[in-house]
């Protein structure tokens, strides 16, 4: 998956450079009213170019912050779950130690019966 990202974005570098080397003439920028800038369409191009790439590399960390945001919330839910299930099975391995010792001793040969039934 990187090589396809480096692909296409050396791809893309170089159709800017060879539209900035065909585009040399001058244009004019309105930045805001009454504040023009003019300067060659290929410089305009390029600072287009890099104020595009650097808004996306800061919406990419944005995602990025929200994904483990996300996923540490999820974590720790399923933490406070994990205990809780932990808790009952402890509760249920005590309810039946107490239902085992409540039980009625077992004699030999019904003992031995059970286990021949479990195998």
Same mark, same amino acid.
């Given at each position: 998956?990187?090589?396809?990202?480096?692909?296409?974005?050396?791809?893309?570098?170089?159709? *800017?450079? =060879?539209?900035?080397?065909?585009?040399? +003439?001058?244009?004019?920028?309105?930045?805001?009213? &009454?504040?023009? $800038? #003019?300067?060659?369409?290929?410089?305009?191009?390029?600072?287009?170019?890099?104020?595009?790439?650097?808004?996306?590399?800061?919406?990419?960390?944005?995602?990025?912050?929200?994904? *483990?945001? =996300?996923?540490?919330?999820?974590?720790? +839910?399923?933490?406070?779950?994990?205990?809780?299930? &932990?808790?009952? $099975? #402890?509760?249920?391995?005590?309810?039946?130690?107490?239902?085992?010792?409540?039980?009625?001793?077992?004699?030999?040969?019904?003992?031995?019966?059970?286990?021949?039934?479990?195998?």
């Amino acid at each position: 998956m990187k090589q396809i990202n480096f692909v296409i974005i050396f791809i893309l570098c170089l159709a *800017l450079a =060879l539209f900035a080397l065909e585009n040399t +003439q001058t244009g004019t920028i309105n930045v805001v009213p &009454e504040v023009q $800038v #003019e300067a060659p369409i290929a410089v305009e191009l390029v600072l287009a170019s890099g104020i595009g790439a650097a808004l996306a590399w800061l919406y990419s960390i944005w995602t990025h912050w929200q994904r *483990l945001l =996300l996923s540490s919330q999820q974590v720790r +839910q399923k933490n406070v779950q994990i205990k809780e299930l &932990e808790k009952k $099975v #402890e509760h249920y391995q005590t309810e039946v130690q107490s239902l085992k010792l409540a039980l009625p001793p077992m004699n030999d040969s019904l003992a031995k019966e059970a286990q021949v039934i479990i195998q």
